[in-house]
């Protein structure tokens, strides 16, 4: 059994929403995961300003060892791997790559420019040959729903990847960000789970963008050998 703690969101140096201290945000998300039994963390994207990125990655010289990065769209790759490599990573100018675990293949997909490039759709694909179950991390929710993010700022060519995805035939888990809200969908042998933001929330289903700072959140998954489970964990200041 492997225990993750994921974590999105957190738009560290930005001008944020009144009520919200990021940085004080994640502190207090690091102290929580580590009186969890936490086995490996990954961070689902939007770090935040870049000038934050020394700061951000020195916190995590005390979080569990096995420690993996995905961008989303306040990110960049150049910036990024100025502070964060892995032996996974190849020679590609995105940061996308996969790892083996004793029971699931796992899947990284760099969805910073808003979309997944066709060199990783190619990638993906061969990724997808696999004996094991698949668990996927993206920042960007592969699957439509109602709300205004998705409106604005979807993944502008999911479909591309919902047909790779579905023509592969595999049990797959996505687990992404971006929308600051949670969600949970099913889609033959997909299911995909959306966290919450470690920042602020925005409303599921208003019009407009509405942000609001009642809490903020990360999930820990729990990967066994024949099932996948997870949890919201909800904190406030």
């Not at 990954?42 to 020394?54: E, K, L, R």
């Not at 729903?145 to 797959?172: A, C, H, W």
Request: net charge negative; hydrophobic share 35%; charged share 20%.
């Amino acid at each position: 059994m492997k225990r993750i703690a994921f974590i999105t969101d957190i738009h560290l140096n930005e001008e944020l929403i009144p009520n919200v201290d990021a940085a004080a945000q994640w502190e207090k998300i690091l102290a929580d995961v580590a009186s969890r039994n936490i086995d490996e963390l990954v961070f689902g994207g939007d770090i935040g300003h870049f000038s934050a990125y020394p700061w951000f990655f020195d916190t995590l010289k005390n979080t569990p060892p096995d420690f993996k990065l995905l961008i989303g769209n306040h990110d960049t790759y150049t910036e990024a791997v100025r502070h964060y490599s892995n032996p996974y990573l190849g020679n590609h100018q995105e940061l996308y790559y996969a790892y083996e675990g004793e029971y699931h293949r796992y899947i990284v997909l760099d969805s910073s420019q808003g979309c997944v490039s066709d060199n990783q759709l190619q990638w993906l694909a061969g990724q997808l040959q696999t004996d094991k179950d698949v668990v996927l991390f993206i920042h960007h929710p592969v699957f439509s729903m109602n709300t205004p993010v998705d409106r604005e700022f979807p993944l502008t060519n999911r479909e591309q990847v919902q047909d790779i995805l579905q023509q592969s035939g595999k049990t797959i888990h996505i687990f992404c960000g971006h929308y600051h809200l949670p969600d949970e969908q099913q889609h033959g042998r997909i299911n995909q789970s959306i966290t919450p933001a470690a920042s602020y929330q925005i409303k599921k289903e208003a019009q407009d963008i509405q942000p609001y700072a009642d809490y903020f959140a990360y999930r820990i998954i729990v990967v066994q050998e024949t099932k996948i489970t997870s949890e919201l964990i909800f904190l406030s200041n």
